[in-house]
């Protein structure tokens, strides 16, 4: 068996050991049985063991996936959280009671003030 592999069925069998699962697919694969006179065919319990085998690696990719995604919600839950208290910490400007015609009338005499402003400044620097 291959290193790779090797740490593989390690991770796994801590992760299993953590949720209380006794058996992981290498204590599976390594299982041997007493053969007796009137035993079990040995390549029907191989194959229906590799099944399990199997199995057991599907149920173990798909709690490491689950548990990451859950590491990563728990994350973006804490980040939400602080978002929302440093929201709520910032004073929030509203504008009711101001009407939108009011608003419009003030940014149309602004503009003209500006431009204006403008004119005069043009005429100031041509005497300089």
């Known amino acids: 068996m291959d290193e ?4 593989r069925l390690d991770k796994q069998r801590k992760l299993f ?6 058996l992981d697919a290498l204590t599976i694969h390594e299982k ?14 191989d194959t229906f063991l590799d099944t399990v085998i199997k199995d057991y690696e ?5 709690i490491a996936d ?3 995604k859950w590491q990563e919600q728990q994350i973006e839950l804490r980040d939400l959280k602080a978002e929302a208290k440093t929201a ?8 009711r009671g101001i009407d939108p015609k009011d608003l419009e009338e003030v ?12 004119e005069k400044i043009q005429h100031t ?3 300089l």
Do not use: C, W
Not at 4 to 7: A, D, G, L, S, V
Not at 17 to 22: D, F, Y
Not at 88 to 95: E, F
């Open 4 to 7: 790779h592999m090797r740490r």
């Open 17 to 22: 050991s953590q949720l209380g699962i006794n």
């Open 32 to 45: 041997e049985f007493n053969v007796k006179l009137r035993g079990y065919d040995a390549e029907e319990v």
């Open 58 to 62: 599907r149920f173990y990719a798909t």
């Open 66 to 68: 689950l548990m990451d």
């Open 88 to 95: 709520a910490q910032t004073p929030v400007i509203t504008h």
């Open 107 to 118: 940014i149309i005499r602004l503009e003209s003030n500006v431009r204006q402003l403008k």
């Open 125 to 127: 620097e041509s005497y």
